[in-house]
């Protein structure tokens, strides 16, 4: 009859809660004493409710008396049951009242509040770091442990996070799940394939702040940026020289060492840098890949291209700085300025 009139005549002295069974009052009252009267025979864990007991034993012995009738998963308390099913309903009974979003479970909405309030109560004790989850929080923490529990059973190489070792195993598998729908170009994760689409696009979404000149890539405005600022980070440890590219370091080290990786199959010559060899091969396959829009005449090399250009654009970009008179190549300048050199 309590059920309907809402009485509660038991009530608790410390803290007033009232209930309306007595034996809810006893339990309640355990929350008090600290008194946990149901231990488990297996473990010798203690618990303040025999229904609690009765949930941990499940844990010992597998027993999952809960099922789903869609798919046949089974679960060990009602609740996780209930939980599971709303994939199959769609209810997503817990909604953010400030976007809307909503959701299955009411921890994923407590996680999701986070992104709004900015509240971030997990802190690192090493670092001060702080973080929205506490999972976030153990994943960081790694980084001052050196903990890397996720092993490569192919190579050995560890690492701190799952996901990081399911992409690496990619590497032995040759596994290229995401593929360019306008070029069936492959790669292994989705931000290989989200960058190589830009090259389809044309997003540029990398913008310097000195002139405005857009990049498709992060690296692409690093280096960009060394332009106006003069960085050059890149040293060399034989003579002193520096470069604002890593890759410019690296064939500039091939003249101390007289490295000339690059060879011609057709007549041996050697090259210190592919470029030079690409273009080198052009001799033997007589390939001209650059042609002028204006005429049709074909070349081998870009720059002789721009050269040829300047025949139908009239431009002269070299001038004599004696007499003003302009060349449109830099080796009839200097051809020119012998005559007020040796006159």
Known sequence: MRIHTGEKPYSCD???KRFAVLSNLV???????GEKPFSCDQCGKKFTRSGQLVLHKRIHTGEKPYHCLDCGNRYMTSSELKVHQRIHTGEKPYGCDECGKKFTRSGQLVLHKRIHTGEKPYHCLDCGNRYMT???????QRIHTGEKPYGCDECGKKFTRSGQLVLHKRIHTGEKRYHCLDCASCYMTSNELKVHQRIHTGEKPYGCDQCGKRFAFSGNLLVH???????????CDQCGKRFAIAGNLLVHKRIHTGEKRYGCDQ?????????????????????KPYGCDQCGKIFAQSGDLVKHKRIHTGEKPYGCYHCGK??????????????????
């Not at 007549?267 to 390939?287: D, L, M, N, P, Y």
């Open 14 to 16: 410390p803290c007033g």
């Open 27 to 33: 339990a309640h009252r355990r929350i008090h004493t």
């Open 134 to 140: 506490s999972n976030e929080l153990k994943v960081h």
């Open 225 to 235: 940026k060394r332009i106006h600022t003069g960085e050059k980070p890149y040293g």
């Open 267 to 287: 007549c041996g010559k050697t090259f210190t840098q592919s470029g030079a060899w690409v273009k080198h091969q052009r001799i033997h396959t007589g390939e």
């Open 326 to 343: 302009r060349f449109t190549q830099s080796a009839n300048l200097v051809t020119h300025q012998r005559i007020h050199t040796e006159g």
